[in-house]
Antibody, heavy 119, light 107 residues
Framework: QVQLQESGPGLVQPSQTLSLTCTVSGGSINSGGYFWSWIRQPAGRGLEWIGRIYPSGITNYNPSLKSRVTISIDTSKNQFSLKLTSVNAADTAVYYC???????????WGQGSLVSVSS | SYVLTQPPSVSVAPGQTARITCEGDNIETKAVHWYQQKPGQAPVLVVYDDSDRPSGIPERFSGSNSGNTATLTISRVEAGDEADYYCQVWDSSTDHVVFGGGTNLTV
C-alpha cells in the first residue's frame, strides 16, 4: 500500500518561494505508470490542482499557476517536489501530494501540509 | 477552461438516497471521478471512471454520467457519510485536472 508524506516549512514570507517535498513509501515512484501530483486547499474552500509529473520528467501544470510553479522528481530518493515562486497570502493553504492513477484520478493522498504565507 | 458546477449543499435523512450532481459541458465525453473529504482529512477517492469503485469503498456508492450531468449516488445514507464531495475530470484542451466546487452532504 503506497503512502505519501509531505514535508517542508509551514511558514513562508511574502514574495519568497514555497518549497515542499513528497516522500513516497511502499512502492517505487518509478514504476506502475503513475503520475505524481500536487493539490492545494485554502481553509474552508475547495480543491485546486497545481500540477503533476511523470518519472520521465514530463509535467502538466494548472494554467492559472504555470508561470510560478515547478514540479521536479528524484527517483533515487523516491521523492517529488513543488516550488511556487512569488507567494502571497492567497497561496496560504493545505498542500497535498497524491498519486495519479494515470487517467487523472488521484487514488492515494498524503495527509496534507499547511503552509502559511505571512511576514 | 472547463468548468464543473456542483450544488453547494445536499441534505438527506439517514437511510435515504443522496444524489450529488456535477454539471459540465458535454461531460458524458469525459471520465468523472469523485472524492469524499471529511473535516481535517485528506480526500478519498470513492468513484473513478464514472462508475467504478476502488477496493474498500462500499457498494452504496455509485456513479453515472450522461449528457451534461454526472451524478454520485449514495444509497442507504449513514451518519458517517457526512462530508464534502468533489467531482473531477481531466480537461484535455489544456491538459490539466479540474475539480468541481464541492458539495457538503448533511445527514
Amino acid at each position: 500500500q503506497v503512502q505519501l508524506q509531505e514535508s517542508g516549512p509551514g511558514l513562508v514570507q511574502p514574495s519568497q518561494t514555497l518549497s515542499l517535498t513528497c516522500t513516497v513509501s511502499g512502492g517505487s515512484i518509478n514504476s506502475g505508470g503513475y503520475f505524481w501530483s500536487w493539490i492545494r486547499q485554502p481553509a474552508g474552500r475547495g480543491l485546486e490542482w497545481i500540477g503533476r509529473i511523470y518519472p520521465s520528467g514530463i509535467t502538466n501544470y494548472n494554467p492559472s499557476l504555470k508561470s510560478r510553479v515547478t514540479i521536479s522528481i528524484d527517483t533515487s530518493k523516491n521523492q517529488f517536489s513543488l516550488k511556487l515562486t512569488s507567494v502571497n497570502a492567497a497561496d496560504t493553504a493545505v498542500y497535498y501530494c497524491a498519486r495519479d492513477g494515470g487517467f487523472s484520478y488521484l487514488d492515494s493522498w498524503g495527509q496534507g501540509s499547511l503552509v502559511s504565507v505571512s511576514s | 477552461s472547463y468548468v464543473l458546477t456542483q450544488p453547494p449543499s445536499v441534505s438527506v435523512a439517514p437511510g435515504q438516497t443522496a444524489r450529488i450532481t456535477c454539471e459540465g459541458d458535454n461531460i458524458e465525453t469525459k471520465a468523472v471521478h469523485w472524492y469524499q473529504q471529511k473535516p481535517g482529512q485528506a480526500p478519498v477517492l470513492v468513484v473513478y471512471d464514472d462508475s467504478d469503485r476502488p477496493s474498500g469503498i462500499p457498494e452504496r456508492f455509485s456513479g453515472s454520467n450522461s449528457g451534461n450531468t454526472a451524478t454520485l449516488t449514495i444509497s442507504r445514507v449513514e451518519a458517517g457519510d457526512e462530508a464534502d464531495y468533489y467531482c473531477q475530470v481531466w480537461d484535455s484542451s489544456t491538459d490539466h485536472v479540474v475539480f468541481g466546487g464541492g458539495t457538503n452532504l448533511t445527514v
